[in-house]
Protein backbone atom coordinates (compact mmCIF):
# COMPACT_ATOMS: atom_id res chain seq x y z
CA UNK A 1 0.00 0.00 0.00
CA UNK A 2 1.52 3.26 -1.01
CA UNK A 3 1.68 6.21 1.55
CA UNK A 4 1.59 9.24 -0.29
CA UNK A 5 3.87 12.32 0.99
CA UNK A 6 2.28 16.52 1.03
CA UNK A 7 1.95 19.20 2.58
CA UNK A 8 1.58 19.59 6.76
CA UNK A 9 1.22 22.40 9.25
CA UNK A 10 2.96 22.63 12.18
CA UNK A 11 0.01 21.42 14.28
CA UNK A 12 0.11 18.01 11.91
CA UNK A 13 3.75 17.13 12.97
CA UNK A 14 3.59 18.00 16.25
CA UNK A 15 0.54 15.93 16.14
CA UNK A 16 2.44 12.84 14.40
CA UNK A 17 5.33 13.33 16.87
CA UNK A 18 3.14 13.05 19.58
CA UNK A 19 1.50 9.60 18.30
CA UNK A 20 5.54 8.47 16.98
CA UNK A 21 5.76 8.42 21.13
CA UNK A 22 2.59 6.82 22.07
CA UNK A 23 3.21 4.02 19.40
CA UNK A 24 6.19 3.44 19.86
CA UNK A 25 7.55 4.57 23.35
CA UNK A 26 10.74 2.52 23.31
CA UNK A 27 11.97 3.74 20.28
CA UNK A 28 10.81 7.25 19.94
CA UNK A 29 11.21 10.51 23.12
CA UNK A 30 9.60 13.62 22.05
CA UNK A 31 9.66 16.98 24.18
CA UNK A 32 10.51 20.75 24.04
CA UNK A 33 13.63 22.78 23.67
CA UNK A 34 11.53 25.07 26.35
CA UNK A 35 10.84 22.24 28.77
CA UNK A 36 14.30 20.46 28.43
CA UNK A 37 16.62 23.63 28.25
CA UNK A 38 14.78 25.93 29.69
CA UNK A 39 14.40 28.22 26.46
CA UNK A 40 11.83 30.98 26.90
CA UNK A 41 8.77 30.19 24.63
CA UNK A 42 9.43 32.08 20.84
CA UNK A 43 5.88 33.71 21.66
CA UNK A 44 6.17 37.12 24.51
CA UNK A 45 3.58 36.78 26.90
CA UNK A 46 1.24 39.65 25.22
CA UNK A 47 1.49 38.25 21.69
CA UNK A 48 -1.28 35.53 20.19
CA UNK A 49 -0.10 32.36 21.71
CA UNK A 50 -0.33 28.96 19.36
CA UNK A 51 1.46 26.02 18.48
CA UNK A 52 4.70 27.51 16.79
CA UNK A 53 5.49 29.21 20.03
CA UNK A 54 7.52 26.30 21.44
CA UNK A 55 9.43 23.81 19.51
CA UNK A 56 9.50 20.13 19.71
CA UNK A 57 12.17 17.46 18.77
CA UNK A 58 12.37 14.01 19.20
CA UNK A 59 14.79 11.57 19.48
CA UNK A 60 14.98 7.87 17.97
CA UNK A 61 17.25 5.54 19.85
CA UNK A 62 17.01 1.71 20.75
CA UNK A 63 17.41 1.67 24.40
CA UNK A 64 18.39 -2.31 24.88
CA UNK A 65 21.36 -3.26 22.36
CA UNK A 66 23.80 -1.85 24.21
CA UNK A 67 22.14 -2.19 28.05
CA UNK A 68 24.57 -5.22 29.15
CA UNK A 69 27.46 -3.58 31.20
CA UNK A 70 30.03 -5.03 29.19
CA UNK A 71 28.64 -2.57 26.01
CA UNK A 72 29.43 0.32 27.60
CA UNK A 73 32.18 1.26 25.03
CA UNK A 74 30.12 0.76 22.49
CA UNK A 75 27.29 2.60 23.55
CA UNK A 76 29.75 5.60 24.58
CA UNK A 77 30.34 5.47 20.89
CA UNK A 78 27.10 5.06 19.05
CA UNK A 79 27.16 8.21 17.04
CA UNK A 80 24.63 11.11 17.05
CA UNK A 81 22.85 12.05 13.79
CA UNK A 82 21.06 15.43 14.03
CA UNK A 83 18.54 16.44 11.23
CA UNK A 84 16.54 19.98 11.11
CA UNK A 85 14.32 21.27 9.12
CA UNK A 86 12.84 24.69 8.21
CA UNK A 87 15.34 27.53 9.79
CA UNK A 88 13.60 29.57 7.27
CA UNK A 89 9.82 28.80 8.30
CA UNK A 90 8.70 29.12 4.35
CA UNK A 91 10.80 26.10 3.24
CA UNK A 92 8.08 23.67 3.48
CA UNK A 93 9.59 20.35 2.38
CA UNK A 94 12.50 19.84 4.59
CA UNK A 95 10.11 19.01 8.10
CA UNK A 96 7.96 16.63 6.30
CA UNK A 97 10.98 14.68 4.92
CA UNK A 98 12.60 14.15 8.09
CA UNK A 99 9.24 13.73 9.79
CA UNK A 100 8.33 10.44 7.32
CA UNK A 101 11.89 9.56 8.39
CA UNK A 102 11.24 9.12 12.35
CA UNK A 103 8.25 7.74 11.30
CA UNK A 104 9.68 4.88 8.52
CA UNK A 105 12.29 4.40 11.25
CA UNK A 106 10.13 3.57 14.36
CA UNK A 107 8.03 1.48 12.33
CA UNK A 108 11.59 -0.74 10.71
CA UNK A 109 12.35 -1.36 14.32
CA UNK A 110 9.20 -2.00 15.73
CA UNK A 111 8.62 -4.33 13.13
CA UNK A 112 11.81 -5.78 13.07
CA UNK A 113 11.63 -6.26 16.89
CA UNK A 114 9.10 -8.84 16.20
CA UNK A 115 6.90 -7.05 19.31
CA UNK A 116 4.73 -5.65 16.30
CA UNK A 117 4.63 -9.00 14.38
CA UNK A 118 1.41 -9.81 12.19
CA UNK A 119 0.00 -5.96 12.96
CA UNK A 120 -1.32 -3.97 9.90
CA UNK A 121 1.43 -1.52 10.11
CA UNK A 122 4.02 -4.42 10.20
CA UNK A 123 2.45 -6.14 7.00
CA UNK A 124 2.00 -2.79 5.10
CA UNK A 125 5.87 -2.24 5.81
CA UNK A 126 6.66 -5.68 4.85
CA UNK A 127 5.03 -5.41 1.51
CA UNK A 128 6.41 -2.16 1.00
CA UNK A 129 10.57 -3.37 1.84
CA UNK A 130 12.68 -6.10 1.29
CA UNK A 131 13.93 -7.64 3.99
CA UNK A 132 16.98 -6.80 3.59
CA UNK A 133 15.58 -2.98 3.42
CA UNK A 134 13.64 -3.63 6.67
CA UNK A 135 17.00 -5.28 8.32
CA UNK A 136 19.06 -2.24 7.39
CA UNK A 137 16.59 0.56 8.60
CA UNK A 138 16.33 -1.39 11.93
CA UNK A 139 19.77 -1.64 12.06
CA UNK A 140 20.24 2.42 11.55
CA UNK A 141 18.23 2.58 14.70
CA UNK A 142 20.07 0.35 16.66
CA UNK A 143 23.10 1.66 16.11
CA UNK A 144 22.66 5.11 16.18
CA UNK A 145 21.04 7.79 18.04
CA UNK A 146 18.89 10.48 15.58
CA UNK A 147 17.28 13.95 16.77
CA UNK A 148 15.42 15.43 14.77
CA UNK A 149 14.07 19.03 14.58
CA UNK A 150 11.74 18.88 11.84
CA UNK A 151 10.54 22.73 12.31
CA UNK A 152 13.78 24.61 14.00
CA UNK A 153 12.15 28.02 13.02
CA UNK A 154 8.79 26.34 14.24
CA UNK A 155 7.25 29.97 14.78
CA UNK A 156 8.21 30.70 11.01
CA UNK A 157 6.77 27.55 9.79
CA UNK A 158 3.26 27.94 11.92
CA UNK A 159 3.24 31.48 10.40
CA UNK A 160 5.00 30.51 7.00
CA UNK A 161 7.11 33.02 7.41
CA UNK A 162 10.79 32.86 6.43
CA UNK A 163 12.18 35.03 9.79
CA UNK A 164 11.14 34.19 13.36
CA UNK A 165 9.72 37.44 14.31
CA UNK A 166 10.86 38.80 17.96
CA UNK A 167 8.47 41.59 19.44
CA UNK A 168 10.26 43.98 21.65
CA UNK A 169 8.24 45.10 24.98
CA UNK A 170 7.47 48.83 22.79
CA UNK A 171 6.18 46.74 20.48
CA UNK A 172 8.79 47.56 17.91
CA UNK A 173 9.88 44.14 16.06
CA UNK A 174 12.85 42.05 14.65
CA UNK A 175 12.67 39.84 11.62
CA UNK A 176 15.11 37.10 13.06
CA UNK A 177 16.82 35.19 10.00
CA UNK A 178 17.74 32.17 11.62
CA UNK A 179 20.39 31.04 9.69
CA UNK A 180 22.17 34.41 10.31
CA UNK A 181 22.30 33.64 13.75
CA UNK A 182 25.43 31.49 15.34
CA UNK A 183 28.27 32.55 16.76
CA UNK A 184 30.84 32.19 13.88
CA UNK A 185 31.97 34.56 11.41
CA UNK A 186 29.06 37.14 13.10
CA UNK A 187 28.89 39.69 15.57
CA UNK A 188 28.11 39.11 19.09
CA UNK A 189 24.76 41.07 19.34
CA UNK A 190 23.55 39.70 16.35
CA UNK A 191 24.09 35.73 17.58
CA UNK A 192 21.75 33.99 19.61
CA UNK A 193 19.03 36.32 19.21
CA UNK A 194 16.42 33.31 17.76
CA UNK A 195 14.70 30.48 19.32
CA UNK A 196 15.46 28.09 16.67
CA UNK A 197 19.51 29.25 17.08
CA UNK A 198 19.17 28.23 20.54
CA UNK A 199 17.51 25.65 20.21
CA UNK A 200 20.34 24.09 18.01
CA UNK A 201 22.95 25.45 19.86
CA UNK A 202 21.07 23.60 23.24
CA UNK A 203 21.16 19.94 21.14
CA UNK A 204 24.72 20.54 20.20
CA UNK A 205 25.66 21.36 23.90
CA UNK A 206 24.03 18.17 24.72
CA UNK A 207 24.36 15.42 21.82
CA UNK A 208 28.01 14.68 20.15
CA UNK A 209 26.84 14.73 17.17
CA UNK A 210 29.30 14.07 13.87
CA UNK A 211 26.99 14.39 11.30
CA UNK A 212 23.78 16.87 10.16
CA UNK A 213 21.31 17.47 7.90
CA UNK A 214 19.96 20.95 7.13
CA UNK A 215 16.95 21.12 4.62
CA UNK A 216 15.87 24.23 2.70
CA UNK A 217 13.73 25.06 0.02
CA UNK A 218 14.26 27.97 -3.06
CA UNK A 219 16.84 26.63 -5.11
CA UNK A 220 17.79 22.70 -5.82
CA UNK A 221 21.13 21.72 -4.69
CA UNK A 222 23.36 19.68 -1.88
CA UNK A 223 26.16 21.94 -0.37
CA UNK A 224 29.03 21.76 2.53
CA UNK A 225 31.11 24.19 3.98
CA UNK A 226 32.69 26.60 3.63
CA UNK A 227 29.73 29.22 3.07
CA UNK A 228 31.28 31.92 5.12
CA UNK A 229 31.72 35.01 3.72
CA UNK A 230 34.93 35.46 5.29
CA UNK A 231 36.45 32.84 4.22
CA UNK A 232 39.26 33.71 0.89
CA UNK A 233 37.77 33.40 -2.77
CA UNK A 234 38.32 29.87 -3.66
CA UNK A 235 39.42 28.27 -0.83
CA UNK A 236 37.90 25.47 0.07
CA UNK A 237 37.61 24.00 3.78
CA UNK A 238 40.79 21.28 4.73
CA UNK A 239 37.76 17.90 5.05
CA UNK A 240 36.44 19.05 1.24
CA UNK A 241 37.48 15.14 0.05
CA UNK A 242 35.28 13.88 2.50
CA UNK A 243 32.16 16.38 1.96
CA UNK A 244 32.34 16.56 -1.83
CA UNK A 245 32.40 13.46 -2.00
CA UNK A 246 29.36 12.52 0.67
CA UNK A 247 27.05 15.54 -0.91
CA UNK A 248 28.01 13.77 -4.72
CA UNK A 249 26.60 10.57 -3.81
CA UNK A 250 24.08 12.09 -1.70
CA UNK A 251 22.77 13.90 -4.73
CA UNK A 252 22.80 10.62 -6.65
CA UNK A 253 20.92 8.69 -4.35
CA UNK A 254 18.30 11.62 -3.70
CA UNK A 255 17.79 10.47 -7.56
CA UNK A 256 16.24 12.28 -10.46
CA UNK A 257 14.97 16.03 -11.03
CA UNK A 258 14.45 15.80 -14.45
CA UNK A 259 15.72 13.23 -16.86
CA UNK A 260 19.34 13.11 -16.01
CA UNK A 261 19.29 15.43 -13.81
CA UNK A 262 20.75 15.21 -10.59
CA UNK A 263 21.14 18.01 -7.47
CA UNK A 264 24.09 20.01 -7.86
CA UNK A 265 26.58 19.28 -5.56
CA UNK A 266 29.82 21.94 -4.49
CA UNK A 267 30.24 24.30 -1.71
CA UNK A 268 27.99 26.57 -0.31
CA UNK A 269 30.51 29.43 -1.73
CA UNK A 270 30.21 28.30 -5.16
CA UNK A 271 26.98 26.87 -5.29
CA UNK A 272 24.91 29.29 -3.33
CA UNK A 273 26.37 32.08 -1.40
CA UNK A 274 28.08 32.91 1.69
CA UNK A 275 26.46 34.32 4.70
CA UNK A 276 27.72 35.83 8.11
CA UNK A 277 26.61 33.22 11.43
CA UNK A 278 25.65 30.37 9.22
CA UNK A 279 24.59 27.32 11.21
CA UNK A 280 26.43 25.67 8.90
CA UNK A 281 29.78 26.97 9.13
CA UNK A 282 29.64 27.57 12.65
CA UNK A 283 28.40 23.68 13.41
CA UNK A 284 31.94 22.53 11.23
CA UNK A 285 34.92 24.53 12.55
CA UNK A 286 33.00 26.22 15.61
CA UNK A 287 35.40 23.93 17.91
CA UNK A 288 38.54 24.99 16.02
CA UNK A 289 38.54 27.66 14.05
CA UNK A 290 37.63 29.87 17.21
CA UNK A 291 39.81 32.75 15.82
CA UNK A 292 35.89 33.05 13.58
CA UNK A 293 33.35 32.51 16.26
CA UNK A 294 32.33 35.05 18.68
CA UNK A 295 30.32 34.78 22.46
CA UNK A 296 26.74 36.25 21.76
CA UNK A 297 25.25 39.02 23.94
CA UNK A 298 21.88 39.14 22.16
CA UNK A 299 19.10 41.25 23.66
CA UNK A 300 16.39 39.38 22.73
CA UNK A 301 14.38 37.12 24.60
CA UNK A 302 16.10 38.03 28.17
CA UNK A 303 19.41 38.09 26.90
CA UNK A 304 21.24 34.32 26.43
CA UNK A 305 24.27 32.94 28.86
CA UNK A 306 27.32 33.97 27.04
CA UNK A 307 28.64 30.75 28.26
CA UNK A 308 26.27 28.89 26.25
CA UNK A 309 28.75 29.93 23.05
CA UNK A 310 31.59 29.07 24.28
CA UNK A 311 32.46 25.46 23.00
CA UNK A 312 35.08 22.41 23.50
CA UNK A 313 37.06 20.74 21.01
CA UNK A 314 34.31 18.03 20.64
CA UNK A 315 30.97 20.03 19.75
CA UNK A 316 31.59 21.59 16.39
CA UNK A 317 33.60 19.49 13.96
CA UNK A 318 30.54 17.94 12.26
CA UNK A 319 29.75 17.99 8.76
CA UNK A 320 26.44 19.93 8.05
CA UNK A 321 25.31 19.10 4.59
CA UNK A 322 22.91 21.52 3.58
CA UNK A 323 19.87 20.37 1.11
CA UNK A 324 18.09 22.89 -0.72
CA UNK A 325 15.53 20.89 -1.48
CA UNK A 326 13.26 22.41 -4.52
CA UNK A 327 12.98 25.38 -6.59
CA UNK A 328 9.76 26.21 -5.08
CA UNK A 329 9.61 26.32 -1.41
CA UNK A 330 5.90 25.34 -1.11
CA UNK A 331 5.50 22.60 -3.64
CA UNK A 332 2.23 21.45 -3.86
CA UNK A 333 1.34 18.35 -1.94
CA UNK A 334 1.34 16.35 -5.46
CA UNK A 335 5.40 17.14 -5.56
CA UNK A 336 6.39 15.38 -2.48
CA UNK A 337 6.21 11.81 -3.82
CA UNK A 338 5.49 8.52 -1.71
CA UNK A 339 6.83 5.76 -0.13
CA UNK A 340 6.57 3.45 -3.02
CA UNK A 341 9.76 1.84 -4.14
CA UNK A 342 11.59 4.44 -1.81
CA UNK A 343 14.83 2.02 -1.74
CA UNK A 344 14.65 0.70 -5.03
CA UNK A 345 17.17 1.93 -7.27
CA UNK A 346 17.91 3.56 -9.69
CA UNK A 347 15.49 6.70 -8.46
CA UNK A 348 14.47 7.77 -11.73
CA UNK A 349 12.76 11.08 -12.91
CA UNK A 350 8.65 10.30 -12.59
CA UNK A 351 7.33 13.96 -12.40
CA UNK A 352 7.50 14.12 -8.51
CA UNK A 353 4.78 11.21 -8.52
CA UNK A 354 6.29 8.65 -6.54
CA UNK A 355 10.27 9.90 -6.49
CA UNK A 356 8.68 13.14 -5.26
CA UNK A 357 11.02 16.06 -2.89
CA UNK A 358 10.08 14.81 0.21
CA UNK A 359 10.65 11.25 -0.82
CA UNK A 360 14.32 11.91 -2.40
CA UNK A 361 15.28 13.70 0.85
CA UNK A 362 14.08 10.33 3.32
CA UNK A 363 16.78 8.97 1.43
CA UNK A 364 19.27 11.78 1.68
CA UNK A 365 18.51 11.80 5.73
CA UNK A 366 18.36 7.83 5.87
CA UNK A 367 22.27 8.00 3.84
CA UNK A 368 23.45 10.19 6.66
CA UNK A 369 22.40 8.39 9.17
CA UNK A 370 24.65 5.48 7.58
CA UNK A 371 27.33 7.23 6.51
CA UNK A 372 28.32 8.51 10.09
CA UNK A 373 30.06 5.27 10.65
CA UNK A 374 31.41 2.49 9.09
CA UNK A 375 30.11 -1.09 9.53
CA UNK A 376 30.96 -4.42 8.15
CA UNK A 377 28.31 -7.38 8.03
CA UNK A 378 28.99 -10.85 7.44
CA UNK A 379 25.45 -11.56 5.10
CA UNK A 380 25.52 -15.17 3.47
CA UNK A 381 27.47 -18.04 3.98
CA UNK A 382 26.97 -21.62 2.37
CA UNK A 383 23.11 -20.91 1.72
CA UNK A 384 22.27 -19.29 4.31
CA UNK A 385 21.35 -15.16 4.43
CA UNK A 386 21.52 -13.15 7.59
CA UNK A 387 19.45 -10.17 7.26
CA UNK A 388 19.09 -8.61 9.90
CA UNK A 389 21.78 -8.74 12.49
CA UNK A 390 20.65 -6.06 15.49
CA UNK A 391 17.36 -7.25 16.16
CA UNK A 392 16.00 -4.00 17.93
CA UNK A 393 15.47 -3.89 22.00
CA UNK A 394 17.11 -7.16 22.00
CA UNK A 395 20.15 -6.43 24.56
CA UNK A 396 23.48 -7.61 23.22
CA UNK A 397 25.41 -9.89 25.34
CA UNK A 398 29.05 -11.05 25.25
CA UNK A 399 30.08 -12.75 22.39
CA UNK A 400 26.16 -12.62 21.28
CA UNK A 401 26.52 -14.10 17.79
CA UNK A 402 27.56 -17.14 18.89
CA UNK A 403 23.64 -17.89 19.04
CA UNK A 404 22.71 -15.83 16.88
CA UNK A 405 24.95 -15.93 13.73
CA UNK A 406 25.95 -19.73 13.46
CA UNK A 407 26.64 -22.34 10.77
CA UNK A 408 27.89 -25.85 10.61
CA UNK A 409 30.56 -26.60 8.31
CA UNK A 410 31.96 -30.06 7.81
CA UNK A 411 35.91 -30.47 8.51
CA UNK A 412 37.78 -29.99 5.21
CA UNK A 413 35.67 -28.20 3.28
CA UNK A 414 35.88 -24.86 2.00
CA UNK A 415 33.06 -22.67 2.86
CA UNK A 416 32.14 -19.44 1.16
CA UNK A 417 31.29 -16.63 3.52
CA UNK A 418 30.12 -13.41 1.74
CA UNK A 419 30.36 -9.74 3.57
CA UNK A 420 29.68 -6.08 2.47
CA UNK A 421 31.10 -2.76 3.89
CA UNK A 422 28.23 -0.15 4.87
CA UNK A 423 28.71 3.58 6.15
CA UNK A 424 30.99 4.75 4.01
CA UNK A 425 32.19 5.30 0.07
CA UNK A 426 35.07 3.04 -1.06
CA UNK A 427 37.16 0.31 0.81
CA UNK A 428 40.89 0.20 0.82
CA UNK A 429 41.17 -3.10 2.13
CA UNK A 430 39.03 -6.00 3.68
CA UNK A 431 39.62 -9.79 4.53
CA UNK A 432 38.74 -12.41 6.61
CA UNK A 433 40.53 -13.73 9.85
CA UNK A 434 39.24 -16.53 11.59
CA UNK A 435 40.23 -18.66 14.44
CA UNK A 436 38.92 -20.58 17.65
CA UNK A 437 36.78 -18.51 19.68
CA UNK A 438 39.18 -20.21 22.61
CA UNK A 439 42.26 -18.41 20.94
CA UNK A 440 39.86 -15.10 21.12
CA UNK A 441 41.30 -12.04 23.60
CA UNK A 442 38.28 -11.04 25.14
CA UNK A 443 38.17 -7.50 23.63
CA UNK A 444 36.58 -9.17 21.20
CA UNK A 445 33.38 -9.36 22.31
CA UNK A 446 31.10 -9.18 19.27
CA UNK A 447 29.41 -5.98 21.01
CA UNK A 448 32.68 -2.97 21.20
CA UNK A 449 35.31 -2.45 18.12
CA UNK A 450 38.44 -3.81 19.39
CA UNK A 451 41.12 -1.22 19.64
CA UNK A 452 43.79 -1.08 16.69
CA UNK A 453 46.22 -2.38 18.38
CA UNK A 454 44.19 -5.10 19.30
CA UNK A 455 43.37 -5.93 15.80
CA UNK A 456 46.92 -5.67 14.42
CA UNK A 457 47.93 -8.50 16.94
CA UNK A 458 44.85 -10.46 15.98
CA UNK A 459 46.82 -10.41 12.39
CA UNK A 460 50.02 -11.23 13.73
CA UNK A 461 48.07 -14.15 15.82
CA UNK A 462 49.65 -17.47 14.25
CA UNK A 463 46.59 -18.87 15.66
CA UNK A 464 44.49 -17.23 13.24
CA UNK A 465 43.90 -16.87 9.46
CA UNK A 466 43.40 -14.30 7.06
CA UNK A 467 42.09 -14.56 3.75
CA UNK A 468 43.10 -12.54 0.93
CA UNK A 469 43.08 -8.49 0.98
CA UNK A 470 40.49 -7.46 -1.30
CA UNK A 471 39.93 -3.63 -2.40
CA UNK A 472 36.33 -2.57 -4.10
CA UNK A 473 33.02 -0.92 -3.45
CA UNK A 474 30.17 -0.47 -1.29
CA UNK A 475 26.47 0.23 -2.08
CA UNK A 476 27.23 4.18 -1.51
CA UNK A 477 29.74 3.85 -4.06
CA UNK A 478 27.61 3.67 -6.68
CA UNK A 479 23.71 4.78 -5.02
CA UNK A 480 21.64 4.63 -8.00
CA UNK A 481 22.49 0.94 -8.45
CA UNK A 482 20.36 -1.83 -6.71
CA UNK A 483 22.85 -4.43 -5.94
CA UNK A 484 25.13 -4.11 -2.72
CA UNK A 485 28.69 -4.97 -3.91
CA UNK A 486 29.82 -7.90 -1.50
CA UNK A 487 32.92 -9.27 -0.81
CA UNK A 488 33.39 -13.58 -0.78
CA UNK A 489 36.09 -15.79 0.72
CA UNK A 490 36.95 -18.96 1.85
CA UNK A 491 37.52 -20.53 5.15
CA UNK A 492 39.55 -23.65 5.32
CA UNK A 493 38.12 -25.41 7.86
CA UNK A 494 41.01 -28.23 7.45
CA UNK A 495 43.12 -25.47 9.87
CA UNK A 496 40.43 -27.07 13.27
CA UNK A 497 39.51 -29.85 14.18
CA UNK A 498 36.18 -31.49 14.35
CA UNK A 499 34.27 -29.92 17.25
CA UNK A 500 35.93 -26.76 17.09
CA UNK A 501 34.15 -23.65 17.10
CA UNK A 502 35.17 -20.79 15.04
CA UNK A 503 35.23 -17.44 15.09
CA UNK A 504 34.77 -15.76 11.97
CA UNK A 505 35.12 -11.85 11.08
CA UNK A 506 34.92 -9.66 8.46
CA UNK A 507 37.46 -6.35 8.72
CA UNK A 508 37.72 -3.68 6.48
CA UNK A 509 39.49 -0.11 5.86
CA UNK A 510 37.66 2.63 3.92
CA UNK A 511 37.55 6.25 2.80
CA UNK A 512 41.31 6.67 3.27
CA UNK A 513 40.91 9.17 0.56
CA UNK A 514 39.01 11.52 2.60
CA UNK A 515 41.86 12.54 4.59
CA UNK A 516 44.05 13.69 1.37
CA UNK A 517 43.44 17.61 0.92
CA UNK A 518 43.53 19.86 -2.20
CA UNK A 519 45.94 22.36 -2.49
CA UNK A 520 43.50 25.23 -1.95
CA UNK A 521 42.32 24.81 1.77
CA UNK A 522 41.82 27.15 4.32
CA UNK A 523 42.88 27.55 6.85
CA UNK A 524 46.46 25.21 6.33
CA UNK A 525 45.66 22.73 8.92
CA UNK A 526 45.07 18.96 8.74
CA UNK A 527 41.20 17.55 8.04
CA UNK A 528 39.34 18.39 11.59
CA UNK A 529 35.90 16.53 11.57
CA UNK A 530 34.64 13.40 13.53
CA UNK A 531 33.76 12.45 9.90
CA UNK A 532 37.12 12.29 8.54
CA UNK A 533 39.38 11.30 11.70
CA UNK A 534 37.16 8.74 13.09
CA UNK A 535 38.08 6.92 9.67
CA UNK A 536 41.35 7.75 9.27
CA UNK A 537 43.18 8.67 12.34
CA UNK A 538 43.03 5.99 15.29
CA UNK A 539 44.20 7.69 17.40
CA UNK A 540 41.69 10.35 17.66
CA UNK A 541 39.51 10.38 20.42
CA UNK A 542 37.15 13.16 21.51
CA UNK A 543 35.01 13.00 24.62
CA UNK A 544 31.75 15.13 25.80
CA UNK A 545 29.02 14.38 28.07
CA UNK A 546 28.60 10.71 28.36
CA UNK A 547 29.69 10.36 24.49
CA UNK A 548 32.88 9.56 22.45
CA UNK A 549 34.17 9.56 19.31
CA UNK A 550 37.25 7.10 18.16
CA UNK A 551 38.98 6.72 15.01
CA UNK A 552 39.52 3.16 14.18
CA UNK A 553 41.37 2.33 10.86
CA UNK A 554 40.15 -1.33 11.16
CA UNK A 555 36.20 -1.73 11.40
CA UNK A 556 35.45 -5.51 12.63
CA UNK A 557 31.87 -7.14 11.93
CA UNK A 558 29.96 -9.17 14.51
CA UNK A 559 31.56 -12.36 13.96
CA UNK A 560 29.76 -15.36 12.61
CA UNK A 561 30.36 -18.49 14.68
CA UNK A 562 31.36 -21.74 12.77
CA UNK A 563 30.97 -25.08 14.43
CA UNK A 564 33.41 -27.49 12.35
CA UNK A 565 31.31 -31.33 12.02
ZN1 LIG B 1 16.59 28.64 3.68
Redo the contacts with the bound molecule.
Sequence with gaps: MTTAYGRLTLAEIYNEMDSLASSYPEFVTVTTTQDEFGLPSSCRSFESQHVGCITKYLVIEDPLVYSNSIAGKALKRRPDVFLSGA??GD?RVGPVAILEVAKLLALAASCESGQATGSSECNNFYSNFTARQAGWLARLVATRRIVILPAANAKGYHLNNRYEKYVYDNGSTLSIDP?RDFSFDNSPSNCMRSIAARSINELFHEYLFQMSMTY???IESISFEWGALSIPLNKVSPDDIGQRILAEKMSLFAGELSPSTYYTTGDMNDVVYGVYGGFEDWVYAGSWKTDMTVQCSPNTYGGYDASKTSYDDATLNTFNILVETSNSKNPASSAYGSDTSLLDAPFLYDANVDNGYATKHVRTALMAIDAVEPYVEINRCKGKRYNQEYKPLRALTNRWSKRYKKIRSKFGSKPKVWWSVGGSFTVDETFIIYGKWSDLPSTFNGLNQPSHTDVISLMSNSNFYTTKTKSGSTRWSDPTSATVPSFAARIKTSKFASGDLIAVFAIAKVDQNWSLQPNNIWPNVSVQSHMVKIRTDSNYNKNKNDREVQGQLYWVSVPLSMKIK
Design positions: LHENHGG
